[in-house]
């Protein structure tokens, strides 16, 4: 069974720091790319980073709203995916899903539980 | 980047209803679209993808189809279990996008 398990969630202030990571497990971790969407409180859902497998050269995607100030990254020895968010601005508060596509590219068939990031003063 | 609009925003309707949600790319897509149920307090639940695959263990009362920019999402008889909010959801190109959202109440 594939479990995504995120952790590092919490209370930051304004241009402050968070790292988010994701454990995962069920699933070759290695030839799967990762990918963190978010969603802010009663609203939509966002893809905001994703990283592809080594045979891809772990390329990286971001959008432009986290583009500079996120940076995601995986450990394929420890299955772990992570998020390190810099600079944060309010309206980074959401909550972080760590999502994999293991059927297919594209099509994310499993998700996390959620990381809960609140940024304020 | 493609914008994808999904309609209506919020729906109501009773147990054994047949209820069709929409999403519409602002440019062809090429079937590369799937739907996403989420309940409240929980994750994400991918229902169908590319177009009209049902992923596995998702009741057969679901269903969608679609093609170009135009895409429908159909419970074929409603049942309470069904309330919460569909995303559709583009991976033909990046970024990638989801739409914004159909609530569905249930009467």
């Known amino acids: 069974e594939v479990q995504l398990v995120e952790s590092g969630g919490g209370l930051v202030q304004p241009k402050g720091s968070l790292k988010l990571s994701c454990a995962a497990s069920?699933?070759?971790?290695?030839?799967?790319?990762m990918s963190w969407v978010r969603q802010a409180p009663g609203k939509g859902l966002d893809l905001v980073a994703d990283i592809s497998s080594k045979s891809y050269n772990y390329a990286t995607y971001y959008a432009d709203s986290v583009k500079d100030r996120f940076t995601i990254s995986r450990d394929d020895s420890q299955s772990m995916v992570y998020l390190q968010m810099d600079n944060l601005k309010t309206e980074d508060t959401a909550l972080y899903y760590c999502?994999?596509?293991?059927?297919?590219?594209?099509?994310?068939?499993?998700w996390g539980q959620g990381a809960s990031v609140t940024v304020s003063s | 980047d493609i914008q994808m609009t999904q309609s209506p925003s919020l729906l109501s309707a009773s147990v054994g209803d047949r209820v069709t949600i929409n999403c519409k790319a602002s440019?062809?897509?090429?079937?590369?679209l799937n739907w996403y149920q989420q309940k409240l307090g929980e994750a994400p639940k991918l229902l169908i993808y590319?177009?009209?695959n049902l992923q596995t263990g998702i009741p057969s009362r679901f269903s969608g189809s679609g093609s170009g920019t135009d895409y429908t999402l159909t419970i074929s008889s409603l049942q309470p279990e069904d309330f919460g909010t569909y995303f559709c959801f583009q991976h033909n190109s990046w970024p990638l996008t989801f739409g914004s959202g159909t609530k569905l109440e249930i009467k």
């Open positions: 999502t994999v596509a293991t059927m297919m590219e594209g099509v994310m068939d499993a």
């Open positions: 069920g699933f070759d971790f290695n030839s799967y790319g």
């Open positions: 590319n177009t009209n």
């Open positions: 440019q062809n897509i090429n079937k590369y």
